[in-house]
C-alpha cells in the first residue's frame, strides 16, 4: 500500500504547482507584450528609432539589466582611435578590418553606443564570436564562471547572472549582427524562445531597413547621376509637357527648373523648328520610326540659340501604354560653328583653286604658244642649246596645262553630286583598256580581269576615273619589270570590292597611307611625269560612295590597290 504524503510535502507541492502557474502567467504576459512590440515596429520609425525600441522593450519585459544590439557594417574607424584595431596579439586581434560590428541601439544600465564597445571585431570576445558563426547562440545563467565571459569581476560587481547573445542572420544566411543582453536574473527556456524569436524580428527589421537604405541610397545615386550627366535629358507626357528637366539641360538653356516643368517643350524650341518638332513628337508618340535628329535649334532664356543633337525614346508603363517620350540633347554648337567655319574655309579654297586654274591656265597656253610659234619659224637660226631650251618650254607649258586641268577635275570631284546607275563593270574595263591599249601593246604588258564582272549601282564617270588613275598610276611608277596589270572583283554582305594589282614596283608599309595624299610624290618618282592627284582622286571618289581605298604591297610581287563600294546605295 503506496505511502501517504506528509502535510509538508503536500505543502511544497501546492507552491510547486502556483510557481508554475505564476510562470505561466508571467510567460504569456511577456508574450502578449511581445507581440504588441511586434506591431509597433511595423509602425513608422527611423531604422535606429526602431532597434532602441527593441532594445528598451527587452529592458522591461525580460526585466534585463541592459540590451544591445549591434549590426554589421563596413569599418570605419580602423585608423581613428578604434581600440581593437590597436591590438597584434592574443585571442582579440581584429581579422576582418574590411567589416565589424557597430553598436547601434543599447538600453538599461548603459544606453550610450560609443565607446570600447562601440565597434566589435567578428570572431573577437562573446559578440564577435556569435556574429562569425563560432557559437550560433550563446546562452549562459552563470557569467560568474562561463569561460566564455572574459571579465567575471565586472559581472560579479554589477550582480549579473545571465547573458544572451543572438545571431542575426539575412534571409540567405549572412551575418548582419548580433542581439544580446545581460540579467540579473537567471533565463528560464521560454524567455530563451521568446528572445529568439525577438532576435528574429530584429533580423528582419535590419535587413528591411537595409533594403530601405539601398534604395534610397541607389535613388540617390541615380538623381545625382541624372542631374548631372554630361549630357541634357528631359521627360515629356503625351502632350509634350516637361515632367522632368536635369541640372545639364537647366545650365545648358538658362532656365530655372520651375520654369520648365510644366510647360510644353516646344516653347523652348525655335520657332521656324515648332511644327516640325510637333510633327516628329507626334510620329514619334504613334510608333514611327523616327531618325535621331542631328539639328535641333533651342532658344535660350537670354535669347541666344543653342544647336543640339536629340535621341527621343518612348516611355511606356508595365502594361505597354504610352507614357511620353524621354530625350537626351547633347551640345553640337561648336560642332555647327566649326562646321560652318570649315564650309568657308572650303569655299575660299576652292575659289582660290578655280582663281589659280584660271590665271595658270591663259598664260601657260600663251608660252605653250609662243614657244611652238618661236621653234616652228625660227628653228633655222635658232643654235641646238635654244632648240632644246624651247622644248623644255613646251614640256613645261604641257605640264602646267595638265596640273589645271587635274585641279579642275579634283574640284569637280568634291563638288559634283553623284549620278547613281547601274554601271556594267565589264563594259568600263573594256573602256579603260581600250584608253591604254597602245602602251599596253607597246610595252607587253598582259591584261588580266574577271570573265563575269557584275553590274553595280555607282556613279559610271566616278568607276572610270578610279579606274583609269589606278591604271595609270601602275604604268608610270610599275618600272621597265611591270609586266602585268590585274583587275579583281569580290563583294561581301555591304560591299562590292574591287581591285588593281600590277606586278611592278612595290611601295613602302609607310607610305601606305600618305600616298593617296594631296601632291604627294616619293623620291622614286622624280623624272616620271606626274602631279601627285591621281590617288588623292581616286580616296575622293570612293568616299563619296561611302566606300573607302587601301593599298596592300608586297615588295616581291607588287601592290594592289582595294576600292569599297556599298552594296545598297
Known amino acids: 500500500m503506496a505511502r501517504k504524503p506528509t502535510y509538508e510535502e503536500l505543502e511544497q507541492r501546492v507552491k510547486e504547482l502556483e510557481n508554475k502557474a505564476d510562470e505561466r502567467k508571467c510567460s504569456s504576459k511577456q508574450i502578449e507584450r511581445v507581440n504588441y512590440l511586434k506591431e509597433e515596429l511595423l509602425s513608422s520609425g527611423s531604422f535606429g528609432e526602431k532597434l532602441k525600441l527593441i532594445t528598451d522593450a527587452v529592458v522591461e519585459i525580460f526585466d534585463a539589466d541592459f540590451c544591445r544590439v549591434w549590426i554589421t557594417r563596413p569599418g570605419d574607424m580602423c585608423h581613428s582611435g578604434c581600440l581593437h584595431a590597436e591590438v597584434t596579439k592574443g585571442p582579440h586581434v581584429c581579422r576582418y578590418r574590411e567589416r565589424c560590428l557597430h553598436l547601434m541601439a543599447s538600453s538599461g544600465r548603459y544606453t550610450h553606443v560609443d565607446g570600447a564597445h562601440g565597434r566589435v571585431p567578428f570572431g573577437c570576445y562573446k559578440i564577435g564570436r556569435v556574429a562569425s558563426g563560432d557559437d550560433p547562440k550563446f546562452v549562459t545563467n552563470d557569467v560568474t564562471s562561463d569561460p566564455r565571459v572574459h571579465d567575471h569581476d565586472w559581472a560579479r560587481s554589477l550582480g549579473l547572472i545571465s547573458f544572451a547573445g543572438y545571431r542575426l542572420l539575412s534571409a540567405d544566411g549572412t551575418p548582419i549582427g548580433v542581439f544580446a543582453l545581460f540579467s540579473k536574473y537567471a533565463i528560464a527556456p521560454n524567455d530563451d524562445a521568446l528572445l529568439e524569436g525577438l532576435a528574429n524580428t530584429t533580423a528582419q527589421v535590419a535587413q528591411t531597413a537595409m533594403a530601405e537604405n539601398a534604395l534610397r541610397e541607389s535613388r540617390r545615386r541615380y538623381k545625382e547621376l541624372w542631374d548631372n550627366a554630361p549630357v541634357a535629358y528631359h521627360m515629356l507626357d503625351a502632350d509634350g509637357i516637361v515632367r522632368q528637366v536635369n541640372r545639364t539641360e537647366i545650365d545648358m538653356l538658362g532656365y530655372t527648373r520651375e520654369e520648365m516643368v510644366g510647360k510644353p517643350i516646344f516653347e523652348f524650341i525655335l520657332p521656324e523648328q515648332k511644327k516640325d518638332a510637333e510633327e516628329r513628337f507626334r510620329l514619334k508618340l504613334a510608333g514611327e520610326n523616327i531618325s535621331k535628329q542631328d539639328d535641333r535649334v533651342y532658344v535660350k532664356k537670354d535669347g541666344s540659340k543653342i544647336h543640339v543633337s536629340i535621341d527621343d525614346v518612348v516611355d511606356h508603363d508595365s502594361d505597354g501604354k504610352v507614357l511620353g517620350i524621354r530625350t537626351t540633347m547633347v551640345d553640337i554648337s561648336e560642332q555647327k560653328l566649326a562646321e560652318e567655319v570649315l564650309k568657308e574655309s572650303s569655299e575660299k579654297i576652292k575659289l582660290f583653286a578655280y582663281s589659280v586654274s584660271h590665271d595658270l591656265k591663259s598664260p601657260s597656253t600663251g608660252i605653250y604658244g609662243l614657244a611652238k610659234r618661236l621653234h616652228k619659224h625660227y628653228s633655222d637660226v635658232l643654235d641646238e642649246k635654244a632648240t632644246a631650251y624651247c622644248d623644255q618650254i613646251l614640256k613645261a607649258a604641257e605640264k602646267i596645262a595638265e596640273l589645271v586641268e587635274l585641279i579642275n577635275v579634283f574640284i569637280s570631284t568634291k563638288e559634283t553630286p ?152
Open 418 to 569: 553623284l549620278s547613281l546607275e547601274p554601271v556594267k563593270l565589264k563594259e568600263i574595263l573594256q573602256t579603260v583598256r581600250d584608253e591604254f591599249s597602245t602602251q599596253l601593246n607597246i610595252r607587253q604588258i598582259k591584261w588580266l580581269q574577271p570573265e563575269n564582272a557584275p553590274e553595280i549601282k555607282a556613279d559610271r564617270l566616278s568607276i572610270i576615273r578610279i579606274l583609269r588613275n589606278l591604271v595609270d598610276n601602275a604604268l608610270k611608277y610599275g618600272g621597265d619589270d611591270l609586266s602585268e596589270i590585274q583587275i579583281g572583283y569580290e563583294s561581301s554582305d555591304e560591299f562590292h570590292i574591287i581591285s588593281v594589282f600590277n606586278d611592278g614596283a612595290g611601295i613602302k608599309m609607310e607610305d601606305h597611307e600618305e600616298i593617296f595624299g594631296l601632291f604627294w610624290r616619293d623620291e622614286t618618282a622624280k623624272g616620271i611625269e606626274g602631279t601627285g592627284l591621281g590617288l588623292t582622286i581616286v580616296k575622293e571618289v570612293a568616299e563619296q560612295h561611302g566606300g573607302e581605298v587601301w593599298v596592300e604591297s608586297d615588295p616581291e610581287k607588287g601592290p594592289t590597290f582595294h576600292i569599297s563600294i556599298p552594296r545598297h546605295l
